[in-house]
């Protein structure tokens, strides 16, 4: 699946049998996926055929040899976290029967090429996308109770598969501790999944033709292998053809890909040019995954896992070609006391040689159980291209660092993720990156939210920038979509027993303390920060004499997508940093 970056349409492509990529014509509109708001899985391939979630969220089978598609659901659910089920001409998914805080009642169903549904499975409040054995009799998938999200607690599920298509005996494998559990994979009989009861998301395997059998499992580091499961679908370990399998780790916020089994008796690590990987598949003998690097457009590479040979496919064109472009570099700050894995982060300088940065512009990533990546992203070679230093940071609370520092944020939002900004600007500025004088923090959604909070509390900060941000976390509550309906409690604790805490990290009921500039931007048609969130913020600090800067764009959702919205926003955030630079001479 492809983004166009003009329009944000996603649209399929394929391979041919010569190797050549071309798009799918009779797809219309755009791919995507809207099950908990985020979705995931959107497409499956078959021999002869692909399924796709249609932008209306209708199911279609397009034939890869340019027949019409067929629609095979008319109703008004949310559908994603495709697999294919090729010996019963069908397709399982992911049914999400509203978005709603109330309704988004989900359900794991089958969809058959002449349009049957059947619901194979429901009660719990949310599934993951499920995994079949080869043989098409066994099967597996994850499930989560309010108010847990997919990286607190799951539940693994398993079940034989009838000849007619329903499931039997379905039952939860336990893991040994309270666990999230996520990407159940089959090979052979053996079921594998990604679990953290140890401390990191690690692969496990169970043997499902012993009902006794306990959890082993690989032998590989302990380092996360999978990230915050936000979307349906994700696959970051892959059984390779012949034996073996391929995994993901991640070491100090960046994505490796390792080779391991029989043709390889030490784990090989492949394509360390690339700092990311993601959906991870084996097909005809080879490896396929989508690279993404920190200098060039994200790829579809093919691997021979015989040899570790690698061919791009697909994409990986330079990111800016012509140009030069601004690489991370790693840094960590000072640990507190006996802290064992400290925030990390990237430093991007700016590309004019010997220059001392402008400023410095803290980023914080939305989430705020997400991560900063070391890939390209052309907002931040934006900034290093007129003279400004940008850093990520990996606050505490972010996924890649072990389930420890990613549970670590719990009932402390607002609080820890403010400390480890200003750490990492302290860290930076005694390491001379800085000059003391020039720090900005921006953020985008969660990451807005923690942008706000730190101008409420630190004058460090010369100004700060909101983009889709949360400014009211309980009111936001009370509107945000189901998926999400626990999470707010998760952050800061039952409102109810903390209404003062609740109070105390409202960035709305803060204004009075911001004494530095700050500029909004914002979506008109957000469901997932809904637009009233940066109305009210706005609206609060104009009362207390305040002058924001407010940028409104009513065709864009939880995220500014549109080329021309995007270069709209940058523009306007670079004017505005432009100006306080002047202003502090």
Same mark, same amino acid.
């Given at each position: 699946?492809? *983004?166009?970056?003009?329009?944000?349409?996603?649209?399929?492509?394929?391979?041919?049998?010569?190797?050549?990529?071309?798009?799918?014509?009779?797809?219309?509109?755009?791919?995507?996926?809207?099950?908990?708001?985020?979705?995931?899985?959107?497409?499956?391939?078959?021999?002869?055929?692909?399924?796709?979630?249609?932008?209306?969220?209708?199911?279609?089978?397009?034939?890869?040899?340019?027949?019409?598609?067929?629609?095979?659901?008319?109703?008004?659910?949310?559908?994603?976290?495709?697999?294919?089920?090729?010996?019963?001409?069908?397709?399982?998914?992911?049914?999400?029967?509203?978005?709603?805080?109330?309704?988004?009642?989900?359900?794991?169903?089958?969809?058959?090429?002449?349009?049957?549904?059947?619901?194979?499975?429901?009660?719990?409040?949310?599934?993951?996308?499920?995994?079949?054995?080869?043989?098409?009799?066994?099967?597996?998938?994850?499930?989560?109770?309010?108010?847990?999200?997919?990286?607190?607690?799951?539940?693994?599920?398993?079940?034989?598969?009838?000849?007619?298509?329903?499931?039997?005996?379905?039952?939860?494998?336990?893991?040994?501790?309270?666990? *999230?559990?996520?990407?159940?994979?089959?090979?052979?009989?053996?079921?594998?999944?990604?679990?953290?009861?140890?401390?990191?998301?690690?692969?496990?395997?169970?043997?499902?033709?012993?009902?006794?059998?306990?959890?082993?499992?690989?032998?590989?580091?302990?380092?996360?292998?999978?990230?915050?499961?936000?979307?349906?679908?994700?696959?970051?370990?892959?059984?390779?053809?012949?034996?073996?399998?391929?995994?993901?780790?991640?070491?100090?916020?960046?994505?490796?890909?390792?080779?391991?089994?029989?043709?390889?008796?030490?784990?090989?690590?492949?394509?360390?040019?690339?700092?990311?990987?993601?959906?991870?598949?084996?097909?005809?003998?080879?490896?396929?995954?989508?690279?993404?690097?920190?200098?060039?457009?994200?790829?579809?590479?093919?691997?021979?896992?015989?040899?570790?040979?690698?061919?791009?496919?697909?994409?990986?064109?330079?990111?800016?070609?012509?140009?030069?472009?601004?690489?991370?570099?790693?840094?960590?700050?000072?640990?507190?006391?006996?802290?064992?894995?400290?925030?990390?982060?990237?430093?991007?300088?700016?590309?004019?040689?010997?220059?001392?940065?402008?400023?410095?512009?803290?980023?914080?990533?939305?989430?705020?159980?997400?991560?900063?990546?070391?890939?390209?992203?052309?907002?931040?070679?934006?900034?290093?291209?007129?003279?400004?230093?940008?850093?990520?940071?990996?606050?505490?609370?972010?996924?890649?660092?072990?389930?420890?520092?990613?549970?670590?944020?719990?009932?402390?939002?607002?609080?820890?993720?403010?400390?480890?900004?200003?750490?990492?600007?302290?860290?930076?500025?005694?390491?001379?990156?800085?000059?003391?004088?020039?720090?900005?923090?921006?953020?985008?959604? *969660?990451?807005?939210?923690?942008?706000?909070?730190?101008?409420?509390?630190?004058?460090?900060?010369?100004?700060?920038?909101?983009?889709?941000?949360?400014?009211?976390?309980?009111?936001?509550?009370?509107?945000?979509?189901?998926?999400?309906?626990?999470?707010?409690?998760?952050?800061?604790?039952?409102?109810?027993?903390?209404?003062?805490?609740?109070?105390?990290?409202?960035?709305?009921?803060?204004?009075?303390?911001?004494?530095?500039?700050?500029?909004?931007?914002?979506?008109?048609?957000?469901?997932?920060?809904?637009?009233?969130?940066?109305?009210?913020?706005?609206?609060?600090?104009?009362?207390?004499?305040?002058?924001?800067?407010?940028?409104?764009?009513?065709?864009?959702?939880?995220?500014?997508?549109?080329?021309?919205?995007?270069?709209?926003?940058?523009?306007?955030?670079? *004017?505005?940093?432009?100006?306080?630079?002047?202003?502090?001479?």
């Amino acid at each position: 699946m492809q *983004s166009d970056p003009e329009t944000g349409a996603n649209k399929v492509w394929m391979l041919n049998g010569d190797g050549e990529a071309a798009a799918l014509s009779n797809l219309p509109g755009s791919v995507r996926s809207r099950v908990n708001g985020y979705g995931g899985g959107a497409l499956t391939a078959t021999q002869d055929g692909v399924f796709v979630v249609s932008d209306d969220q209708s199911i279609l089978f397009a034939h890869g040899a340019g027949q019409r598609s067929q629609t095979l659901t008319t109703d008004t659910a949310a559908y994603g976290g495709l697999v294919a089920d090729p010996l019963r001409r069908r397709v399982l998914a992911v049914r999400e029967t509203g978005q709603g805080v109330i309704d988004g009642r989900q359900q794991l169903v089958s969809v058959g090429r002449d349009g049957s549904l059947k619901v194979l499975h429901q009660g719990e409040d949310f599934y993951g996308a499920p995994a079949l054995s080869d043989d098409g009799r066994h099967i597996a998938w994850i499930s989560w109770q309010l108010p847990d999200m997919p990286w607190i607690q799951t539940r693994l599920w398993t079940a034989r598969v009838s000849p007619d298509g329903t499931l039997e005996g379905p039952r939860v494998q336990p893991a040994p501790r309270p666990a *999230s559990i996520q990407q159940p994979v089959f090979s052979g009989q053996e079921l594998w999944v990604l679990s953290d009861h140890d401390g990191w998301w690690q692969p496990w395997k169970l043997d499902l033709q012993s009902p006794a059998s306990p959890w082993e499992k690989a032998s590989v580091p302990d380092r996360d292998h999978a990230n915050a499961p936000w979307q349906l679908a994700e696959v970051h370990h892959c059984p390779l053809p012949g034996g073996g399998w391929a995994r993901t780790h991640y070491h100090q916020g960046r994505g490796e890909l390792w080779l391991s089994g029989s043709k390889h008796p030490k784990p090989v690590r492949v394509a360390p040019e690339f700092s990311d990987f993601r959906s991870l598949c084996a097909c005809g003998g080879f490896l396929y995954a989508i690279g993404r690097s920190p200098d060039h457009l994200d790829a579809v590479l093919r691997i021979d896992p015989t040899n570790a040979g690698i061919v791009v496919v697909a994409g990986g064109e330079p990111a800016l070609p012509g140009h030069v472009v601004a690489h991370p570099t790693v840094f960590q700050v000072p640990a507190l006391g006996q802290e064992s894995t400290p925030p990390e982060g990237f430093l991007y300088l700016p590309l004019k040689p010997n220059a001392e940065p402008l400023a410095l512009i803290l980023v914080v990533h939305g989430g705020p159980t997400s991560a900063a990546y070391p890939v390209f992203n052309p907002l931040i070679q934006f900034w290093c291209q007129r003279g400004f230093a940008v850093a990520e940071v990996n606050y505490r609370g972010s996924s890649g660092y072990g389930r420890a520092f990613r549970l670590a944020l719990a009932e402390c939002w607002g609080d820890i993720d403010v400390q480890d900004m200003a750490r990492a600007a302290e860290f930076l500025k005694a390491a001379g990156y800085v000059n003391g004088k020039s720090t900005f923090i921006q953020g985008r959604s *969660s990451g807005g939210y923690t942008a706000l909070m730190a101008l409420s509390q630190d004058q460090r900060y010369e100004a700060g920038a909101s983009q889709f941000g949360v400014t009211d976390p309980l009111q936001l509550r009370r509107m945000t979509h189901r998926f999400e309906s626990g999470y707010l409690d998760w952050l800061l604790g039952n409102p109810e027993d903390h209404s003062q805490r609740w109070q105390e990290r409202t960035p709305r009921l803060r204004t009075a303390t911001i004494a530095s500039p700050v500029i909004f931007f914002q979506g008109g048609q957000d469901k997932v920060v809904v637009p009233e969130q940066t109305r009210m913020m706005v609206e609060a600090m104009q009362q207390a004499g305040l002058k924001p800067e407010l940028h409104w764009f009513p065709d864009e959702g939880h995220g500014i997508l549109k080329q021309v919205n995007q270069a709209a926003m940058l523009e306007a955030l670079y *004017s505005f940093y432009q100006q306080r630079l002047r202003t502090i001479g």
